[in-house]
């Protein structure tokens, strides 16, 4: 069984900087994607960024140019490293992956089904 624990989340004021780190353990196929969904208060999920097995990335247009997501392989962990935060960034930001796990330009996503529990990101203005 695969174990998600996200962490590195808090509060930023507008303009400032967070990274979010993805602690994995259990089996994982060394096809699958990982990827960052976040919720916002009273929203649905979005799809914030994917990296595939090869390590190509993916971004929603919303967070392009400021977020990079990023994985270490050998220590089994993925990142969200977040600049340029915005007050409508705030949101719960989820760890997932899956074989087909992608995120669109839109913010859609799909093919995620091991997820975490999620880690708090506030930014005020």
């Known amino acids: 069984e695969v174990q998600l624990v996200e962490s590195g989340g808090g509060s930023v004021q507008a303009g400032g900087s967070l990274t979010l780190s993805c602690a994995v353990s259990?089996?994982?196929?060394?096809?699958?994607?990982m990827g960052w969904v976040r919720q916002a208060p009273g929203k649905e999920r979005e799809g914030v960024a994917h990296?595939?097995?090869?390590?190509?990335?993916n971004y929603a247009d919303s967070v392009k140019g400021r977020f990079t997501i990023s994985k270490d392989t050998a220590n089994n962990t993925l990142y969200l490293q977040m600049d340029n935060l915005k007050p409508e960034d705030t949101a719960v930001y989820y760890c997932?992956?899956?074989?087909?796990?992608?995120?669109?330009?839109?913010?859609?996503?799909?093919?995620?089904?091991?997820w975490g529990k999620g880690t708090l990101v506030t930014i005020s203005s």
């Open positions: 997932a992956t899956g074989l087909l796990g992608w995120v669109g330009y839109k913010g859609d996503y799909y093919g995620f089904n091991s």
């Open positions: 990296i595939d097995s090869d390590g190509i990335p």
């Open positions: 259990g089996y994982i196929s060394s096809g699958a994607s």
